[in-house]
């Protein structure tokens, strides 16, 4: 077997992902068949000697192994779920801020005077100061992450060692005590908040923000709106450290040393050294650690006078971050850095050598026309290998992520390149101009990237949704098209058959989706905890009703994939707090032709935005909206009824009485409730609650479903009257 890590560490990695969206409920029994499926290839005399046992064995052992492990990471957090708890541990790192909130990731030793050990993200309040190795004791509510089985918060939470969450309790006594001596992780995470703080000293706060977010995977300083179109144009990749950022601090101290004539074995060996320290830096994420694992296998290759297979190197470094996580598998930011980095090894230098010959008859201009391939053959290869991880994790694809990846790939490297360097000499030299030369070309790629991802961010249609069913329909396919090239005997001209087939089954996929989403009415309501924040769709258009919850990500989220640059018009319940601030965000991003909110003194930032709005309605009772000719929202109030050809839909906010509500409004198709109401009878009944908020509301109600922290839900309605309730997770 020419490569033997490559098969099990791909097999393996597959396997895990698999078993993460079935749940430990069903890795078992998978696990079992798998390892029958493999016993029946030994006794076929034409498969025993083929991959497909040792891939049998690979993909038992991940279910397996998942299955036994996975329970250990997050049985803690289910046993303290929704209680209090006097605890005490160790910041593994200095807080830091998201969200307008300060979080920090504790190693928690004690809870309430028993021995324990694991990890909880902690929310503290702006009076807790400490770093790294600090130790922390108090009182402290726990709850689990939102999300259950596949790429949910929970589990994406879980493939970083976190089992659970947890805000401090900033009334109740509590303790920050500096750890003395500090010990080696505490000085790496030292180096890692110096580091931050040089990119923050050189270079403004929008342009250090994302610095710091391409260089060490820390998104606090990027705002929602700039990671929203990351994602939007399909170059989440970029944000996690990766096989860019080691090849970089590897080139780069290799160049360096070099460049000092230290023997090339020599460099090696410290540039390895480099690797290391850059991996505990990043903190060991899995796509970090990855690409870590090949550098330093390549590096070793140069030690020893052999040249790494880098299939197999990718392979070996998969597998052993599945085998010490059994939610490695569930951390988007391994399986991208993954996905591109396959992409790289088997597309680049393929696709550049097809283009290189489509000009070999020119005289002039060939070096020129290599660069310009080299970059467009990266991009295609990344672009393609990290599509399917998009559209599982984010459901959708991006229209413009393979232009957006050749414009943004050489600002993107050079950024890291000089972003680093400058880092570093403002460490060494602080308080001196040693950095400038680095940090201002720095700052201005920095712009550069911001605006080319923002620019194509705005393009219409630049992010189309897929269904999940047919995403995982369609991996199956291309896998099951892999396995029957390796049973006919692998040939390039079979493989390429196979890829085009399924670059066909891909493009027709989502084709017919967009096809199929014509003329349906979509209202989705927003997972955004207790409160209701709506989006209203039909062939582009858009209305939303409410802007209330703790984010507008959801909202904005569903706009984007329904490719909507600007609402036709915008209902709010209230014209001041949390809703008039939600509103004024979207409002930023998304302009409004008509705006309806309550009379009365409207909140300072809503206003800012209403000054650019076409027109804004005030009123007292009621008030109408309409989205052509098929659909029209009334309020009356305080509560707002839609109806789309027929079908009502009733959306009351907290505080609403149905007495007050006229009686016809009383018994609609479906009910979008933010808290339990008495009195209204509807056919299906969806709340937009918190978990802990749905127990309640539901009973007496015999269909009914809640956002609860599990994703989007969206009511379909067709011209035809027909209706489905689709969850987005």
Not at 9 to 34: D, K, S
Not at 450 to 471: K, R
């Amino acid at each position: 077997m020419r490569r033997p890590f490559a098969l099990v560490g791909f097999t393996y990695l597959l396997a895990q992902v698999a078993a993460v969206f079935l749940g430990t409920a069903w890795a078992l029994p998978v696990a079992c068949v798998l390892l029958l499926l493999m016993g029946v290839t030994l006794l076929l005399p034409r498969l025993r000697l083929s991959i497909f046992p040792v891939a049998l064995c690979a993909a038992s052992m991940a279910f397996g192994g998942f299955a036994a492990l996975a329970p250990a990471v997050t049985a803690p957090g289910e046993a303290l779920d929704n209680t209090d708890a006097t605890i005490s541990g160790t910041f593994v790192e200095a807080p830091y801020r998201s969200y307008d909130n300060r979080y920090c990731t504790v190693q928690v030793d004690n809870v309430d005077g028993k021995p324990v050990d694991f990890r909880i993200r902690l929310s503290l309040p702006e009076s807790v100061v400490g770093k790294a190795g600090d130790r922390l004791e108090g009182k402290v509510h726990v709850y689990l992450p939102r999300g259950g089985d596949g790429f949910s918060s929970r589990n994406y939470y879980a493939s970083q060692g976190i089992a659970a969450c947890a805000y401090l309790y900033s009334y109740e006594p509590y303790t920050v005590v500096p750890q003395e001596p500090a010990s080696f992780s505490h000085w790496m995470q030292e180096l890692r908040a110096s580091l931050g703080k040089a990119v923050e000293a050189i270079l403004p706060e929008e342009e250090a923000g994302l610095l710091k977010g391409i260089l060490m995977g820390d998104s606090s300083g990027i705002s929602p709106e700039l990671t929203a179109d990351f994602r939007t144009v399909g170059l989440s990749h970029v944000m996690s450290v990766s096989g860019l950022h080691m090849t970089t601090v590897a080139n780069l101290l290799l160049a360096s040393l070099l460049a000092l004539r230290v023997p090339r074995k020599g460099s090696a060996a410290i540039a390895s050294v480099g690797v290391l320290l850059f991996m505990v830096v990043a903190d060991f994420v899995p796509s970090a650690t990855r690409s870590g694992i090949m550098c330093l296998l390549y590096l070793t290759g140069t030690l020893l006078s052999r040249r790494a297979d880098s299939l197999n190197s990718l392979g070996l470094a998969v597998w052993v971050l599945c085998l010490t996580s059994p939610y490695a598998g569930a951390d988007v930011g391994l399986l991208l850095s993954f996905s591109a980095t396959l992409g790289l090894i088997l597309c680049s230098n393929p696709l550049t050598a097809w283009l290189d010959a489509r000009v070999s008859g020119f005289k002039y201009g060939k070096r020129l026309f290599h660069a310009v391939h080299l970059v467009l053959a990266t991009s295609v290869s990344a672009t393609l290998f990290t599509l399917p991880v998009i559209a599982l994790t984010f459901r959708s694809v991006s229209a413009v992520g393979l232009l957006a990846n050749l414009l943004a790939l050489w600002p993107t490297t050079l950024l890291l390149q000089l972003g680093l360097g400058a880092a570093f000499l403002q460490l060494l030299l602080p308080g001196t101009l040693a950095a400038m030369p680095l940090a201002i070309p720095a700052g201005w790629l920095a712009k550069l990237v911001e605006g080319i991802v923002h620019l194509l961010a705005q393009v219409p249609y630049a992010s189309l949704p897929v269904s999940m069913g047919f995403m995982l329909l369609w991996i199956a396919a291309v896998l099951i098209l892999l396995a029957v090239c390796v049973w006919m005997g692998p040939s390039k001209p079979l493989l390429r058959t196979a890829a085009w087939l399924s670059c066909i089954l891909l493009l027709a996929g989502i084709f017919s989706y967009q096809v199929s989403r014509r003329d349906i009415t979509r209202i989705a309501v927003a997972d955004v905890g207790s409160g209701l924040s709506v989006a209203v769709t039909r062939n582009g258009h858009a209305l939303v009703v409410g802007c209330e919850g703790y984010s507008t990500q959801s909202l904005e989220n569903e706009l984007q994939g329904r490719g909507v640059q600007s609402l036709d018009g915008m209902l709010l319940f209230t014209h001041f707090g949390e809703e008039a601030h939600n509103a004024a965000e979207v409002l930023e991003d998304y302009p409004a032709d008509r705006l309806v909110l309550p009379s009365g003194y409207m909140d300072d930032f809503l206003q800012a935005e209403a000054a650019e709005i076409g027109e804004t309605h005030p009123y007292r009772e009621a008030a109408k909206l309409t989205l052509g000719s098929a659909i029209s929202v009334e309020m009356v109030n305080g509560a707002a009824l839609l109806n789309a050809n027929g079908v009502t839909v009733l959306f009351c906010p907290a505080g609403v009485q149905a007495e007050n509500l006229p009686e016809a409004w009383r018994s609609p198709h479906f009910a979008v409730l933010a808290q339990d109401v008495e009195g209204i009878e509807a056919e299906y009944t969806v709340l937009s609650m918190d978990e802990s908020d749905v127990g309640d509301a539901v009973a007496g109600r015999q269909q009914v479903t809640a956002t609860a922290g599990l994703g989007t839900v969206a009511i379909e309605i067709t011209d035809g009257q027909t209706c489905r309730i689709r969850r987005d997770a």
